[in-house]
């Protein structure tokens, strides 16, 4: 009896360890299952990551290749409608081909029977005038069908002289009967793919592609190199053949350590410890009952931390559905709360309205102060709203410098009160450190159920009332119409338009001569765009070039117009010795691009153009957007030898007092003063005043919009250096330039009366 009851604390203990055990055993496999989960989801990130960055990589390849086969094709059509021996005509084409696509390394026609005709190449092919372009037996039924159907063929990769892998695009020259034989253009695959897939890509991820069984990237290709295994693949197949190009990338360690997180982790090691914990407790608490007070002692403790624990979740939901720099909802949050603002007063008759509101020139105060004085006003932004707001009111951060606002109110007439007092209260200026900064704001007000009935629909409506108040002068709010939805499926109309015309090059370059006041000598050009739609009418460039700006295709268009001028000055060049100077408007985009002026610099030295003869044209408000900025931009400018040019003069800032400390060369006067020069006292004074404080710092002047000889005698009163207006010439095309410039004026009537007059006068 007694042995038994000797026994019993040794079976208790024995049942104690085996209850542990399987707690322990229970909580580390729990854990290992959501650690598991945890890394299955970082994996699931990094694939969807690797697939989105795949997916742009291909569009962007896919993109080129089009532009590419596009312009071969177009080649091909002139080939077709001027016949096959086009001469220098083709030499040129196909110079310029080569030279845009540094990849390609040869063009070459080719007979129907693929006997090559001429070659026209960058470095050495196996491409000979007279012999045969060879290609496999099973491409010549292909080649056969091409002639019929008009379209492009690849080949199968081979290698040229200098050992790089590359394919030829055999695209036809006519088709069916008027067949004339075939464009062939040969790539380095290589150094497409370096080309065509941005640089920022290729340093996130390891890309490897093969084309009909041979590794043609990277070449020559090491396996041992090679990841373990790739994250995404796609494949190119322009000519939809069954047999394209196949990519596989695999990001980078920097780029996947960016996509994971420490959280499995310390979820593995939370768990494991915990369960250790526990079991530890339940073996304690029936191995002894003395241990009461440990047992207890560590229940408080595991109490306290699955209180942490779910502290940590609510942290982390909060965050979810917070910013975190503000403390307020963020774009997820906003949306919640939207949607139950709409579920609470869908059926009320009071009136409910969403604000989209922007800091007006924040970025400014982000540039020239520092980031961390921006958080902080970000942060003095909703304190200054509170003033205004009702508590029930809400307040988000929708990401920048926007904030969202949803209201219930009783009229509309009220939220419209409240609106002007919000841009009020942010107009006092905000006291942060030793600064006191002064921004204003916009904001577009969107009204459920009229304009929109779900949470995406207001914040979008919102956000185009918001542009409406921008474009109309900032620091005010716009209410959305449907005039508003009319005219931003206007703009995205016309951006498309706009980027369809500059492939299709529906765009031209006019120029407006600039001539000298006192000799009336043709001295200069304003480049102009000019655009006359696929529908046969003329857009204004005003609106083009506003809709360029806001969607971002105005480096585009900048660019066209900067080569197409500077290839007009390349040629005029070889007919005089002293040709006029060309004069070309820069947006704000173009000049905040990095790199402008290096592009500048190697753009005049392709057309082999002295840089004194490129003015660089500004608007006043551009200059005065970043000026640290923009001085250290002109004076690269200057630097390489251009002239800069303010632009529309008198008509914003109007000062100066600040050209002093840019490298300035001439202002232009804004034909605003220049129209009633003749009758207004007030616009003869300031044109006046421009002109002399001009000469005074060692500007010259250029009067646009002259159209009357009583303006230009003005203007040769004031000692204005330069005019240009329809009084000289209206905008022509560079034919008719040519002829003014081998001295056949338009304006020689205008000439001859002022020498006249002088004779008169001595």
Request: with cysteine.
């Amino acid at each position: 009896m007694s042995r038994t009851r000797a026994q019993l604390p040794a079976l208790r203990r024995s049942q104690a360890t085996l209850l542990a055990l399987l707690i322990l055993a229970l909580g580390c496999g729990g854990t290992i299952l959501l650690y598991q989960g945890l890394k299955s989801n970082e994996h699931a990130a990094v694939q969807r990551y690797a697939e989105n960055l795949a997916s742009l990589i291909q569009s962007d390849l896919l993109s080129d290749l089009s532009e590419q086969i596009n312009a071969q094709e177009r080649m091909a059509t002139r080939l077709s409608l001027g016949g096959m021996d086009q001469g220098e005509m083709w030499e040129s084409t196909a110079g310029l081909f080569l030279e845009h696509y540094p990849y390609y390394r040869s063009l070459a026609t080719l007979a129907p029977d693929l006997t090559i005709l001429d070659v026209h190449s960058r470095a050495p092919v196996d491409l000979v005038p007279g012999e045969r372009f060879q290609v496999e037996s099973t491409y010549r039924i292909r080649l056969e069908e091409a002639a019929r159907n008009g379209e492009f063929v690849i080949t199968r990769p081979w290698y040229l002289p200098d050992g790089m892998p590359g394919i030829t695009f055999l695209t036809p020259i006519g088709q069916g009967e008027m067949h004339d034989g075939f464009l062939a253009a040969v790539l380095v695959i290589p150094d497409s793919i370096e080309t065509m897939v941005s640089a920022s890509w290729r340093e996130e991820v390891s890309l490897h592609a093969r084309h009909r069984g041979r590794d043609v990237y990277p070449f020559p290709f090491d396996a041992t190199d090679a990841p373990d295994e790739y994250d995404a693949a796609f494949t190119l197949d322009p000519d939809e053949d069954g047999q394209g190009m196949a990519f596989q990338l695999a990001l980078n360690p920097e780029a996947r350590a960016n996509l994971t997180t420490m959280l499995p982790v310390v979820v593995l090691v939370s768990g494991l410890l915990l369960s250790f914990l526990f079991a530890l407790v339940v073996w304690l608490g029936i191995s002894a009952r003395g241990q009461a007070r440990v047992l207890g002692e560590s229940n408080r403790r595991l109490e306290s931390e699955v209180r942490e624990r779910e502290q940590a979740e609510e942290d982390l939901a909060f965050l979810v559905e917070h910013d975190s720099l503000t403390g307020l909802p963020n774009r997820t949050g906003c949306a919640e709360a939207i949607e139950a603002l709409i579920r609470r007063n869908g059926d009320s008759d009071d009136q409910m309205a969403v604000m989209f509101l922007d800091l007006d020139q924040f970025k400014d105060i982000n540039d020239s102060l520092g980031h961390q004085l921006g958080d902080q006003l970000l942060c003095a932004v909703p304190q200054r709203l509170a003033g205004v707001l009702r508590e029930q009111d809400l307040v988000g951060r929708h990401g920048g410098d926007e904030f969202l606002i949803a209201v219930v109110r009783e009229s509309r007439e009220q939220i419209e009160q409240l609106a002007g007092n919000i841009l009020r209260v942010l107009d006092g200026g905000f006291a942060i450190d030793d600064h006191r900064l002064f921004i204003s704001a916009s904001i577009g007000i969107a009204y459920f159920p009229e304009s929109g009935r779900t949470v995406d629909e207001l914040i979008q409506n919102a956000d185009t009332a918001l542009f409406k108040a921008k474009n109309a002068g900032r620091n005010q709010f716009a209410v959305f119409t449907r005039e508003m939805f009319a005219q931003a499926q206007h703009r995205l109309n016309l951006s498309r338009d706009i980027r369809h015309a500059l492939e299709d090059g529906d765009f031209r370059v006019v120029y407006q001569p600039i001539v000298d006041v006192g000799t009336l000598e043709l001295v200069g050009l304003e480049t102009l765009l000019r655009w006359q739609h696929s529908r046969g009418y003329m857009v204004p460039p005003q609106e083009f070039i506003r809709v360029a700006e806001e969607t971002g295709v105005i480096g585009r268009l900048g660019q066209f117009a900067l080569d197409q001028a500077l290839s007009d000055l390349a040629e005029w060049q070889q007919t005089v010795t002293s040709p006029p100077w060309i004069a070309v408007n820069v947006s704000g985009a173009q000049a905040h691009e990095a790199g402008f002026a290096e592009q500048l610099s190697v753009m005049l030295h392709q057309h082999r153009v002295a840089p004194d003869l490129l003015h660089i044209e500004i608007t006043e408000e551009v200059l005065i957007e970043n000026l640290l900025r923009n001085r250290r931009m002109l004076q690269k400018l200057d630097e390489i030898g251009m002239r800069i040019v303010v632009d529309d003069f008198g008509v914003g800032y109007s000062s100066l007092a600040y050209l002093k400390n840019f490298p300035i060369s001439v202002v232009k006067i804004d034909r605003g003063f220049v129209r009633d020069l003749s009758v207004d006292p007030e616009d003869q004074a300031i044109t006046r005043t421009i002109c002399g404080l001009s000469r005074e710092l060692g500007m010259r002047t250029v009067a646009e919009g002259v159209e009357q000889m009583e303006q230009l005698e003005l203007l040769r009163q004031y000692q204005c250096t330069h005019a240009q207006g329809f009084l000289f010439s209206r905008p022509v095309e560079r034919v008719e330039v040519q002829a003014m410039i081998e001295g056949d004026y338009p304006w020689s009537g205008l000439m001859a009366k002022q020498a006249s007059r002088r004779r008169e006068g001595a």
